[in-house]
């Protein structure tokens, strides 16, 4: 059974505070994936990564920075953390096989103040 | 630019009876479309998919029909339970080894059951 785990299910933060959160999945997934989820917006996808150290950006990456040194570990990184970057944020993995699917984690629900 | 369209924000339906959810995307590079179910503080979970090379793929009670030449895509379920009731969006993706697999969502439908 995949799991893909966040480090926080809530999270409140100040304006331009440094922010991380964490994503793990222990289903040796070489794909992992950041997305934001706003009303009336859908999911956005922020960056993805296909292997250890390699990044990609997404569709909306402005503010927004990514870590992978593991391969079950991904981080996603606020540099400066600004109130139009409150929302749910989802954490994503897949096999690298074309068709497979993507398996999410429960979500960070971010309040920036 | 959104290339995945779900033009209903929320759909009502009576338990037992048909739920119908709809799609359109704008991108002929996407083959592959999945629909993905979200109960609120939760993450979305996978439904069913379908490949462009089909046109109908069922799953229980959830139908997933692809109309290429319309660039449409709709979701069936029957019959609906209050369970179901949940958001669900529509994903597509173009296949080929650059994707890695990246999903474009669309907005989303809120569907509700009623018993």
């Known amino acids: 059974d995949v799991k893909v785990t966040q480090s926080s299910r809530y999270l409140v933060k100040r304006t331009g505070e440094k922010v991380f959160l964490e994503c793990v999945q222990d289903?040796?997934?070489?794909?992992m994936f950041w997305y934001r989820q706003d009303p009336g917006l859908g999911l956005r996808l922020i960056y993805f990564?296909?292997?250890?150290?390699?990044?990609e950006k997404g569709d909306i990456p402005e503010g927004y920075s990514v870590s992978r040194e593991k391969k079950e570990r991904f981080s996603l990184i606020l540099e400066s953390a600004s109130t139009n970057q409150t929302s749910m944020y989802l954490c994503?993995?897949?096999?690298?096989?074309?068709?497979?699917?993507?398996?999410f984690g429960p979500g960070t629900r971010l309040t920036v103040l | 630019d959104q290339q995945v369209k779900q033009n209903s924000p929320s759909l009502s339906v009576q338990e037992g009876r048909i739920s119908i959810l709809n799609c359109d995307y704008t991108?002929?590079?996407?083959?592959?479309f999945l629909w993905y179910k979200k109960y609120p503080a939760e993450g979305p979970t996978f439904l069913i998919s379908i490949s462009s090379i089909k046109d109908k793929n069922e799953d229980g009670r959830f139908t997933v029909f692809l109309n290429k030449s319309a660039k449409h895509l709709s979701l069936h379920i029957v019959p609906s339970q209050p369970g179901d009731s949940a958001v669900y969006f529509c994903?597509?993706?173009?296949?080929?080894?650059?994707?890695?697999?990246?999903?474009?969502f669309g907005q989303g439908t809120i569907l509700t059951v009623h018993p």
């Open positions: 289903m040796d997934h070489e794909n």
């Open positions: 991108n002929s590079m996407f083959d592959y």
């Open positions: 990564s296909y292997d250890v150290k390699m990044k």
């Open positions: 994903a597509a993706s173009p296949s080929g080894g650059t994707s890695y697999g990246k999903l474009t």
């Open positions: 994503a993995s897949k096999w690298a096989g074309v068709g497979d699917t993507q398996y």
